[in-house]
């Protein structure tokens, strides 16, 4: 049962150039990322894919493999796609570069979801909305149905509640794929709600697959912004 961790990197983030070696507790962020995935049990090997060299010289410093891949991908999961095929593997955790607190045992909890799972080839994570993010776009949010399968992801505050205030999930940055699940992602078009929203795993939903989805307790902050490298750091 044992899986690939990817870390994908990419220097020039939209909203945070050079991310990925921002210091977290004495550690680039990226470093401290792969070796918390090193921990999970269901994983035997972890790599760092990115298009830069710092980055890649940074993690071998640290004895973290790394290597190099495209600047011209316009995904993580893209990224993880081309790393996946250098590689020689298809039993793959995406596990974003800016978790760098990410509980090992909820990859752990999200792989053995997945191999339980017989409809699904993707797995996906998510936690309770933490207070005051529910109108942040930066936090994408997730409904299931009753078989625990994704029905929808937006950065808006879904499902909407009339009344009982609806339970709101909180999309995390931590993905599992077997199968050809990364290879039909790679060589589909990108959907209209893709497109939109800006989230990649539209790139299952809107052409039928099932994504099932792994709860978890309430997870650490990630760095989407240069702002929450304070909260990471008060978090530590």
Request: proline residues 6%; hydrophobic residues 40%.
């Amino acid at each position: 049962m044992s899986f690939t961790a990817i870390v994908p990197a990419r220097w020039q983030s939209s909203r945070f150039p050079g991310k990925p070696l921002v210091d977290i507790g004495g550690l680039p962020m990226v470093v401290r990322t792969a070796l918390r995935a090193a921990e999970a049990e269901t994983i035997d090997r972890v790599v760092v894919a990115t298009d830069d060299r710092r980055v890649s010289d940074e993690c071998q410093r640290f004895g973290v493999e790394a290597i190099e891949t495209s600047s011209e991908h316009a995904t993580g999961t893209d990224r993880v796609v081309e790393a996946s095929r250098l590689l020689g593997v298809d039993k793959v955790v995406n596990v974003q570069g800016d978790e760098p607190l990410i509980d090992p045992a909820f990859i752990d909890h999200m792989v053995r979801t997945l191999t339980g799972d017989s409809r699904a080839t993707v797995a996906n994570t998510a936690c309770l909305l933490p207070a005051g993010g529910l109108d942040d776009p930066n936090i994408v949010k997730v409904v299931v149905d009753q078989n625990e399968h994704v029905m929808a992801l937006s950065r808006l505050p879904i499902p909407f509640s009339w009344g009982k205030e609806a339970v709101r999930l909180r999309h995390l940055g931590l993905y599992a794929f077997r199968g050809d699940a990364l290879e039909n992602f790679t060589s589909r078009v990108r959907g209209p709600l893709e497109q939109a929203e800006r989230i990649e795993m539209y790139r299952f939903l809107e052409y039928g697959d099932a994504i099932v989805l792994a709860q978890v307790d309430q997870a650490a902050p990630a760095v989407d912004v240069p702002e929450d490298v304070e909260k990471i750091r008060d978090y530590l």
